[in-house]
């Protein structure tokens, strides 16, 4: 028993991309952060040291650039006709 099969208004193929793009930052304040501040009074003869000791800062950024959704649509339309012979 064969079988026949009609197809009519077919689309074909479709793509879709949703790519990111891409992201630009400007100057980032991470809170006004500073280092040791050292006042030194009257100093008498003799050796002086001064150590102001080591300061860190840390900032985390969180950034994304997802382009979103990506819809396609590969539609053959409307009235076709289809023929098996």
């Not at 009609?6 to 790519?19: K, L, P």
């Amino acid at each position: 028993m064969a079988q026949d099969t009609a197809a009519a208004g077919n689309g074909g193929t479709s793509d879709a991309s949703a790519n990111g793009g891409a992201i630009g930052i400007g100057d980032l304040n991470s809170g006004g952060n500073s280092g040791s501040s050292i006042a030194v009074g009257d100093v008498a003869d003799g050796a002086l040291a001064i150590d102001g000791s080591d300061v860190s800062s840390s900032t985390s950024l969180s950034l994304s650039a997802d382009g979103g959704t990506a819809i396609s649509d590969a539609s053959g339309g409307d009235g076709n006709f289809a023929f098996v012979s």
